[in-house]
């Protein structure tokens, strides 16, 4: 069956990096749009980053904006998310998604069991 695994998570303190990975196995989503998803405590899953299915295009929600970036590498099935100068309010759960027709549409067939990260002041 299809499984996405992230990993990469944990503590760190703000201004901090991090590299979330996200390991696609099952089926290949090479000609299919990825994405990374979050959920802080208390507040509802919400977009952080998509990719195109070859990488050409990205698509930021307007808070992680010029801080994340988003990468794929089709070779391995997996998708990334660099996130640099960490803030507290970044943290949450982080959830990778996969297989949308288009890197715009926010609506995932698949998606990972998540990964914590926690931004300390």
């Known amino acids: 069956q299809v499984q996405l695994v992230e990993s990469g998570g944990g503590l760190v303190q703000t201004g901090a990096s991090l590299r979330l990975s996200c390991a696609a196995s099952g089926r290949t989503f090479s000609g299919e749009a990825m994405g990374w998803f979050r959920q802080g405590p208390g507040k509802e899953r919400e977009f952080v980053a998509s990719?195109?299915?070859?990488?050409?295009?990205?698509y930021y929600a307007d808070s992680v904006k010029g801080r994340f970036t988003i990468s794929r590498d089709n070779a391995k099935n997996t998708v990334y998310l660099q996130m640099n100068s960490l803030k507290p309010e970044d943290t949450a759960v982080y959830y990778c998604?996969?297989?949308?027709?288009?890197?715009?549409?926010?609506?995932?067939?698949?998606w990972g069991q998540g990964t914590q990260v926690t931004v300390s002041s």
């Open positions: 990719i195109s299915r070859w990488g050409r295009w990205t």
């Open positions: 998604a996969a297989g949308s027709s288009n890197y715009r549409d926010l609506s995932y067939p698949y």
